[in-house]
């Protein structure tokens, strides 16, 4: 946007060379900041484009790294059921034999009270 006029008093002080000169100037300096705004926007435009990407790459690892985290998960999950039928068959096993040991103890207890009572009544009745 040109500068139109100059107003009277200035273009006085300044003279006629003066006045054009200071037109250019603002001229020169209002394209200057026409420049700076067009490197602006072509900059600004540059890192939007270069944030897109960097987000997708960011959006790419973050699905990789959920994948991955989703893989170990079940992994551990599976592991951690093998583990615990690991576990539950080493319990049933102990209770069983811990069955077996109270049966035989049970059955030496009886054996060794029908003795103790065969031997009671054979003292008796002799």
Known sequence: MAIVSVPKVLRNKL?????????RFFNDMQA????KEEIIEI??????????????????????????????????RSELRDEMAEMNANLLAKIAQSQADLIKWMFIFWVGQIGVLVGILFAFFK
């Open 15 to 23: 003279g006629d060379d003066g006045a054009e000169a200071l037109i």
């Open 43 to 76: 900059v600004e435009e540059k890192f939007e484009r270069r944030l897109s990407e960097e987000l997708g790459k960011l959006r790419v690892e973050i699905a990789e790294m959920k994948a991955e985290l989703r893989n170990e998960m079940a992994q551990m």
């Open 32 to 35: 200057a900041n026409s420049q």
